[in-house]
């Protein structure tokens, strides 16, 4: 495995990133099965902080460390009012959803140590563009003890022929939950509207179709990697060296790269070939490209790129 990542889970084809220990159909729906399996079986210990000097030691007032509970490594020193969302509580979170809305468990690890932790829920919704061109609905829920994000609970979506994750609202108007660590994670009061998601995945159903139909032109290409990744530069010949690789890289995987013949040279292609480039290609390694992807710059690089076709069929 890369540096940093720990062991993860996922269930159906293996993953872009090439992690992981297999779920098998039944353990879908075995909530403490897929933990296990994804290797976040320790919980966070909160420690004093203490200084030393000259062999004097003194408890820090207002501060703890995070650690994990099965190697001891340092998480992260916080705040005393940094509210914990310990891994048990992130799986449980789901068994309401698996036992009473028929959603399966599909992946679920840890990043940089176990920094962040997530899991992700395949909803049992999805519709298939031009044939085969498949896109499901998921859900996410994810943490962190760096102090880096808040717990997050969303809808999103996942092409099934290249496993990247296109990172849009589905929800029709609820966006992303998110509750801050100064405040008690209650899992009993995190509520997610599945008709709601329903109605939402509908319209993102239809907008993708539209996407999927608009024939682009070459200039329209151009055009739209230019104006997502170098919005202050106007003309293509004005750009540097870099800059010029990075979007004949694009360009290439917007004709060559996985899942872009069926997507085809369309709105929905450049989609892709952005969701490509950020869930594959950008980023240090494996860690941070897929931190990036879910969490940081790739997400919303994603969310713009969206919006950014979704004017093409406007």
Request: net charge negative; glycine share 8%.
């Amino acid at each position: 495995m890369a540096a940093n990542i720990d062991t993860m889970t996922y269930f159906g084809e293996t993953p872009w990133h090439g992690l992981g220990e297999t779920l098998t159909e039944q353990d879908t729906q075995d909530v403490e099965k897929v933990r296990e399996k994804s290797g976040v079986i320790w919980n966070v210990n909160e420690k004093a902080v203490y200084t030393v000097d000259e062999n004097v030691q003194a408890q820090v007032p207002g501060f703890k460390v995070l650690q994990r509970s099965d190697t001891g490594s340092t998480l992260s020193v916080v705040s005393d009012d940094y509210r914990v969302v310990q891994p048990e509580t992130v799986f449980e979170f789901y068994k309401n959803f698996v036992d009473n809305h028929g959603f399966k468990m599909h992946t679920a690890g840890s990043l940089a140590g176990g920094k962040k932790i997530w899991a992700l829920a395949e909803v049992g919704k999805e519709f298939a563009l031009k044939g085969n061109d498949k896109v499901g609905a998921y859900l996410l829920l994810a943490t962190s003890y760096d102090r880096s994000m808040a717990t997050i609970a969303k809808f999103t979506s996942v092409r099934v022929v290249c496993q990247n994750t296109l990172n849009v609202s589905i929800d029709d108007g609820n966006r992303a939950i998110k509750v801050s660590h100064s405040a008690e994670f209650d899992k009993g009061q995190i509520t997610l509207d599945v008709e709601a998601l329903a109605r939402g995945f509908d319209k993102f159903h239809m907008e993708s179709k539209a996407m999927s139909e608009r024939i682009v032109s070459r200039d329209e290409v151009v055009k739209f990697f230019l104006d997502l990744y170098y919005p202050k530069v106007k003309d293509a010949n004005e750009i540097g060296t870099r800059q010029r690789n990075t979007m004949d890289n694009l360009i290439n995987i917007f004709h060559k790269g996985k899942g872009q013949i069926e997507a085809g040279q369309t709105a929905w292609g450049l989609l892709n070939a952005v969701t490509l480039h950020v869930d594959h290609e950008k980023g240090r390694n494996r860690d941070s490209a897929l931190n990036s992807a879910w969490f940081g710059a790739g997400e919303k690089l994603k969310d713009d790129a969206f919006k950014a076709a979704l004017k093409l069929v406007a």
